[in-house]
């Protein structure tokens, strides 16, 4: 369904509670797409904090060698997220605008681009796997741990690259149908994935039922399965539903896309791309930093992570919500009503973020004793969860600034203010404070956490000019 105006009715909003909160028309409309995407991610996260606990519960070096995995497998998810993200910024402005050949045709785009950067990756990992898995083996521990745990990252990395050709085409359906405002069908191929996956990581962890005891391959064989699952359920559904889901009928009469519409997209998606692949390099590469003062701070790093993934949902909803919204209506010309809310988006995310990052800290105690680790680890584990927790409002701000700049298709902006930051203030500040300085690795952690201060205030400032509005179609 094309969006709705966000109309309120104080147009005026010259007090803080008009211009700052929206009415119940307004929260209705706006949770009514995200809601559907905390649903899902909720329960991804929820099930994914699941597997993780199983294979922790195996043992440190099996936990470490795939959380290390999957970092590295995070680097290409974000790669992506930002090819499709890049054309997903004119696929939501030509819903907006009722052009669904021009959503059709974004669609084939994302399905190119996406293979040719799965193919890259796929022989990235082929080939310089164990390199990439020893980059985080350099701190201090025995010989004998770091081998084990190399061990466990290969076996898993060779089963999920088989997986990463199903994520692809998966991520091109759901996140066009996303822009176009259809949020259930995700959400529901989502739960059903993450479920699949649960159950099988059960079966196949731990060799229940009948089935072989395959420990940390049992995990990586039981996510390809999920994957498979969730793309069939995806596919299956929005091809048989053509009548609803007009903007997929006759999608593949063609995969030619016009030579001046991908050279928009380029243009304006590049940017996003490099943005994307760049800031996952950057976090992956303030772990690699941090992983030099020893593979217990791998393990706690890899048990906050797990966490703030869960309560990390509505941040994510709330950054894909504005995306969406701002996006249309952008793209349906309507300018007031994309800044009033804009405004009213952030506002929600940051005092939603902010309660949940009050019960992360209140978790923070209990969750580490799940795994079986050492209770080093676990304390360790349970400040980063607290240091985390406490950078949770500001991090939604940045979230929803990033997301606003780029509805209107600012993405040398957006490269400038994600990427080029992380690469130019947190990760040599990683790198200083961990390889120079004997300050506690908790005081690295948060002296790289408190610089996104400086990143609030610049994204504070571009929001406050308007560089962002920009109508593309």
């Not at 997929?248 to 995969?255: D, H, I, W």
Request: charged content about 10%; overall charge positive; glycine content about 8%.
């Amino acid at each position: 369904m094309q969006l709705q105006h966000y109309r309120e009715n104080n147009t005026t909003e010259t007090g803080f509670r008009s211009r700052y909160f929206g009415d119940r028309q307004f929260y209705k409309k706006m949770l009514l797409i995200a809601v559907p995407i905390m649903v899902q991610n909720g329960i991804t996260n929820f099930v994914s904090m699941l597997d993780n606990i199983m294979i922790g519960r195996i043992g440190t070096e099996q936990m470490s060698g795939a959380s290390i995995v999957n970092q590295l497998i995070f680097v290409y998810n974000l790669c992506i997220f930002g090819a499709v993200s890049g054309a997903g910024i004119f696929t939501a402005q030509y819903f907006g605008l009722g052009d669904h050949e021009g959503v059709r045709m974004t669609f084939r785009f994302k399905l190119i681009l996406s293979f040719i950067l799965t193919a890259a990756a796929s022989l990235l990992f082929i080939f310089y796997g164990d390199p990439l898995i020893s980059l985080y083996l350099q701190g201090g521990g025995e010989a004998s741990q770091a081998a084990a745990t190399l061990g466990y990252g290969r076996t898993y990395l060779r089963i999920m690259l088989i997986g990463l050709p199903v994520f692809m085409i998966s991520n091109a359906y759901t996140s066009t149908l996303r822009e176009c405002g259809e949020t259930i069908l995700p959400m529901n191929a989502g739960i059903i994935a993450v479920f699949v996956n649960l159950i099988f990581n059960y079966l196949l962890i731990y060799g229940k039922f009948g089935f072989p005891k395959l420990g940390i391959a049992g995990a990586a064989i039981a996510t390809v399965i999920s994957r498979v699952i969730e793309l069939l359920v995806v596919v299956v559904h929005t091809h048989t539903h053509a009548k609803k889901l007009r903007i997929f009928s006759g999608v593949y009469r063609t995969l030619k896309v016009p030579a001046d519409s991908a050279k928009r997209i380029i243009v304006k998606g590049a940017p996003l791309l490099i943005n994307e692949t760049l800031w996952a390099a950057g976090m992956a590469m303030l772990t690699q930093c941090y992983s030099v003062r020893g593979l217990n701070v791998v393990a706690a790093l890899n048990i906050s992570s797990t966490i703030s993934n869960v309560f990390n949902v509505i941040m994510i909803a709330m950054g894909s919500a504005v995306a969406i919204i701002i996006g249309q209506l952008l793209g349906a010309g309507q300018i007031e009503e994309a800044v009033s809310t804009d405004r009213k988006l952030i506002m929600f995310s940051v005092l939603s973020c902010t309660g949940t990052g009050i019960l992360m800290m209140i978790a923070a105690p209990c969750f580490p004793n799940i795994y079986n680790t050492s209770n080093e680890v676990k304390h360790l584990a349970v400040w980063l969860i607290i240091l985390t927790a406490a950078a949770m409002p500001h991090t939604s701000f940045l979230n929803s600034a990033y997301f606003t700049l780029r509805s209107g298709g600012k993405t040398i902006i957006t490269f400038l203010f994600d990427s080029v930051f992380i690469w130019v203030f947190s990760v040599p500040a990683a790198f200083i404070l961990t390889r120079f300085t004997s300050l506690n690795i908790l005081a690295v952690y948060a002296l790289v956490l408190a610089l996104d201060l400086v990143k609030c205030l610049i994204g504070y400032i571009l929001l406050k000019k308007r560089v962002w509005i920009n109508t593309l179609v």
